[in-house]
């Protein structure tokens, strides 16, 4: 049983070839999968297709969670500058029927989950980098997803930002358990974060390994000193050298 | 200082150009009928003040009325051409041909329709036909700048093309949309103003007709009076709208 699956997909973006497969990956739910390669090598396209979003050229899509319950979080926040903080929130709910003001006041609560409690009024603009990230994480999460897709989600964030921001997505996943694929090219920030991490190699992406991270999550203090994260590291890191080189 | 020096400085270079017209015409008896002195038009502004006034206020109204019209005109087709892909295929390159034909090529067959009796609907109409391109092309390009990324999150809950529209790409599209109207409104007023030397004298008294009629009997200080009352105008309309769309701008963006 898995929420979402992708088997022997195959996508070709017409005149720039072929970007992924044949590529298969299955998310069990409440599962965290990390995907790791070079620019370029369709992690992101993988993405889209298990949130429905694009369709292969080749190969199957499998996917449970019906309409509303998959949520995507991008590289940028990805708000409406024009609307506040909550009402950017809202939006998924309004957008599936839900009255205002059960939607405003589920948003409301989706903030403080993340953090935010007082950031309700404000627009996008007004907040830093890590709290419009925050927001978006908010947003995705508004609708109690069965599938959290997230595409690089810290990249343009600085170091202590994104380590706090990592630790909040586990604890968020430990109180509702979406299945979570989350797409990175940072090593560390893979192992960390997932409980299987799958390398790709350079485009079109195809598995190069996979591999599993033991310990519990979310991760406790000082996780990232321990001799085993550092292994599970070291030794995805040599996969994804190899993948790239070969 | 280098503030202030800012916002003196184009009134600085006004008065110097005026004091030099003023002193040449003095010295080289230039004729009044060739080229009045500027002491020579502020005093014909005054004299004609309640005329001049009238008449500018005539125009102004007939750019105002065709920018309303032309507004919400461009906008609707705009939405409906949003709403259905092909259509917009369609209109384009007929809106394209309104964009580039002359106003007063198509001025004495507007009039014709418009019934010998009724050249102020004539020139409503030809003033709002300059004004529609800038805001229908704004919306049009406006409603296609949404962010990609948001528009995959419609697509992910599942929004109905109606929500996409009025939630999405209108709200995206509103700074195309200020930049459009401030661009249509200058142009409203070209428009009225060449429409109303199209309909010729005397059906409607606009600022128009003042520069035809003072032309008309060489009383170039009049014809210049009410070039700069139409200048000053444009100046203003354009400032006010420009400070709108500041301030619209500041609130879309949230700061």
Redesign the interface.
């Known amino acids: 049983m898995s929420v979402a699956a992708l088997h022997d997909v195959e996508v070709d973006y017409g005149q720039r070839g072929r970007a992924l497969g044949p590529f298969s990956l299955s998310v069990a739910p409440g599962e965290i999968v990390a995907l790791v390669g070079p620019s370029g090598c369709g992690k992101s396209t993988a993405l889209?297709l298990l949130?429905?979003?694009e369709r292969p050229t080749r190969g199957e899509v499998v996917r449970a969670p019906g309409?509303?319950e998959?949520?995507?979080v991008?590289q940028?926040p990805?708000l409406?500058?024009?609307?506040s903080a909550c009402a950017n929130v809202a939006?998924?709910l309004?957008?599936?029927g839900t009255p205002k003001q059960t939607a405003a006041a589920r948003a409301t609560e989706a903030l403080g989950r993340v953090g935010l409690a007082k950031a309700d009024a404000a627009?996008?603009?007004?907040l830093s980098g890590g709290m419009a990230m925050r927001v978006s994480l908010a947003?995705a999460l508004v609708?109690e997803p069965k599938l959290l897709l997230l595409d690089e989600p810290f990249a343009a964030l600085d170091e202590i930002t994104r380590r706090a921001l990592a630790d909040d997505v586990l604890a968020l996943w430990a109180a509702s358990g979406p299945g979570i694929v989350f797409v990175t090219h940072n090593v560390e920030e893979a192992v960390y974060m997932a409980s299987r991490v799958v390398v790709m190699t350079p485009g079109p992406g195809r598995m190069a390994a996979e591999i599993a991270v033991g310990g519990e999550t979310p991760r406790p203090l000082g996780f990232r000193t321990t001799p085993q994260f550092r292994a599970t590291a070291e030794a995805v890191s040599e996969r994804l050298f190899a993948a790239c080189a070969a | 200082m280098s503030r202030l020096a800012n916002r003196i400085a184009p009134f600085a270079l006004l008065a110097v150009l005026l004091a030099a017209w003023e002193i040449a015409c003095r010295a080289l008896h230039v004729p009044a009928y060739f080229l009045p002195a500027p002491s020579q038009v502020a005093r014909a502004i005054v004299a004609d003040l309640p005329t001049l006034a009238a008449a500018a206020w005539r125009t102004l109204s007939v750019a105002l009325g065709a920018l309303l019209i032309a507004s919400v005109v461009a906008q609707a087709l705009a939405v409906v051409i949003g709403l259905h892909p092909l259509l917009e295929r369609a209109v384009r390159p007929l809106a394209s041909i309104v964009q580039v034909t002359p106003v007063v090529a198509i001025a004495p067959l507007v009039l014709i329709w418009a019934g010998i009796d009724h050249p102020e609907r004539a020139i409503l109409a030809l003033a709002a036909l300059v004004a529609f391109f800038p805001i229908f092309s704004g919306a049009v390009t406006g409603l296609h700048a949404a962010?990609p990324?948001?528009e995959?999150?419609?697509?992910?809950?599942?929004?109905s093309r109606w929500?996409r529209v009025a939630?999405?790409r209108l709200?995206?599209a509103?700074p195309f949309l200020l930049e459009g109207h401030k661009v249509g409104a200058g142009l409203a007023i070209i428009g009225a103003v060449v429409a109303e030397f199209g309909a010729g004298s005397g059906g409607v008294r606009g600022l128009a007709w003042q520069i035809l009629d003072a032309g008309n009997k060489l009383q170039t200080d009049r014809m210049i009076a009410a070039l700069t009352v139409l200048g000053a105008m444009g100046v203003a309309l354009h400032a006010l709208l420009e400070a709108a769309e500041r301030s619209a701008l500041r609130?879309?963006?949230?700061?």
């Open positions: 889209r949130a429905g979003l309409r509303g998959t949520a995507v991008f940028a990805t409406a500058p024009w609307l939006l998924p309004e957008l599936a627009r996008p603009a007004q947003r609708t | 962010d990324d948001l995959r999150v419609f697509d992910l809950y599942g929004a929500q939630r999405l709200p995206s509103i609130w879309w963006r949230g700061r």
